[in-house]
């Protein structure tokens, strides 16, 4: 059996190669996010950008949230898939990217995003379009970033769209594991950013089969040139990792995966503001992904003290599946359909 399962590998492999760089050189400069944009405004490694809609669009911008964890253009990879195109058709569309931390911003609390950058970004956008609330969707940690936002500035929030986003960590699964074994403290002394490399690899260990399984996919799909397009750059997009700043990080652990302070209302920002669920006013949509290993579906639930409107819409989807996969176009227009009403 073993003798059998190497020759597979090794087939595969073969394969791989040889297909992977016969479509590099057609695919190698396709862009990282399809839909043209703009940046408005920058501070740092943070900058806003504008997405290129018709001058027909109308109504309350949206402003998305991505993860920190890696690069925001997972909602933008291909024409097909890309939640942002059909979000800019409709309505002013801005997203944060977070850019590429560096050693310099090592020092800079978890708060820094959820709160600080999101408030200017959400200022700047009042600037540009004349209106001073807004709709945010947040994906993954970005969803759980703008939560919080949207518990501190209820005023400046309408809609807001969880996309699989983490909110109670009771019981968060493999990744709370991964947060009680995570050396934290040595961390916190040591490193002023949690590596993207490195980050990269602790996504490998939880799912140790997904490598396989995804080249043994490629094998079995490489003719089909839709799905080679999707491949290629979801293949770019991993390579394309991103560092997470070394204090946010260690808050991000310790404050959300171990304390789970953000659902008890006991979570503070760096300026000593609390957190506080049942300040929310926004109406919010919990979209979450029925196979999610990284925010499963219980991570999704909302604090007891949150009683503002909320409704849930799960897709059966993984995580990033949710985004880019078969039901991704389900996830976006469910997200569309809610912030237009």
């Known amino acids: 059996m073993i003798g059998n399962m190497d020759t597979l590998a090794q087939h595969i492999d073969a394969v791989t190669e040889h297909y992977l760089r016969r479509t590099a050189g057609e ?26 809609g018709p001058e027909s669009q109308q109504g309350t911008p949206l402003l998305i949230v991505p993860s920190l964890i890696n690069r925001w253009y ?25 850019g590429y931390p560096g050693e310099e911003a090592g020092h800079l609390p978890l708060s820094h995003y959820y709160h600080r950058s999101i408030k200017r970004a959400v200022r700047q956008i009042a600037r540009i379009t004349g209106v001073s609330k807004v709709d945010i969707m947040g994906y993954c940690i970005g969803g759980t970033m703008a ?22 960590f009771s019981d968060a699964g493999i ?4 947060a009680d074994h995570f050396p934290t403290e040595e961390f916190s002394v040591s490193m002023d950013t949690m590596p993207g490399w490195l980050l990269a690899f602790s996504f490998q260990f939880v799912q140790p089969m997904g490598l396989y399984q995804k080249t043994k996919m490629f094998k079995d799909k490489f003719e089909n040139k839709s799905f080679m397009k999707l491949y290629n750059a979801m293949e770019r997009w991993i390579a394309d990792p991103v560092s997470f700043p070394g204090k946010a990080y260690y808050q991000l652990l310790t404050e959300l995966y171990k304390q789970n302070l953000l659902t008890q209302g006991k979570l503070t920002t760096g300026d000593g503001l609390l957190v506080d669920p049942a300040a929310r006013r926004s109406k919010a949509l919990i979209l979450n ?26 897709i059966p989807s993984g995580h990033i599946g949710i985004t880019t996969g078969r039901n991704g176009k389900e996830a976006c227009k469910t997200a569309l359909d809610f912030i237009m009403n």
């Not at 396709?30 to 703009?38: D, F, L, M, N, Q």
């Not at 939560?147 to 909110?167: K, N, Q, R």
């Not at 990744?175 to 991964?178: N, P, S």
Request: hydrophobic fraction near 40%; aromatic fraction near 10%.
């Open 289 to 314: 992904a029925g196979k999610d290993h990284i925010a499963p579906l219980g991570t999704t639930a909302l604090p007891a003290a949150d009683k503002a409107p909320a409704r849930e819409v799960t």
């Open 147 to 168: 939560y919080a936002f949207s518990c501190l500035e209820p005023d400046m929030v309408d809609h807001l769209v969880l996309l699989t986003a983490p909110i109670d």
């Open 175 to 178: 990744f709370a594991t991964y």
């Open 27 to 52: 695919l190698d400069n396709y862009p990282r996010g399809v839909t043209p944009r703009e940046e408005v405004w920058s501070a740092g490694n943070v900058s806003l950008l504008r997405f290129e």
């Open 74 to 98: 997972i909602l933008d990879a291909t024409e097909e898939t890309s939640f942002i195109r059909e979000f800019s058709q409709q309505r002013p569309t801005f997203l944060i990217d977070w």
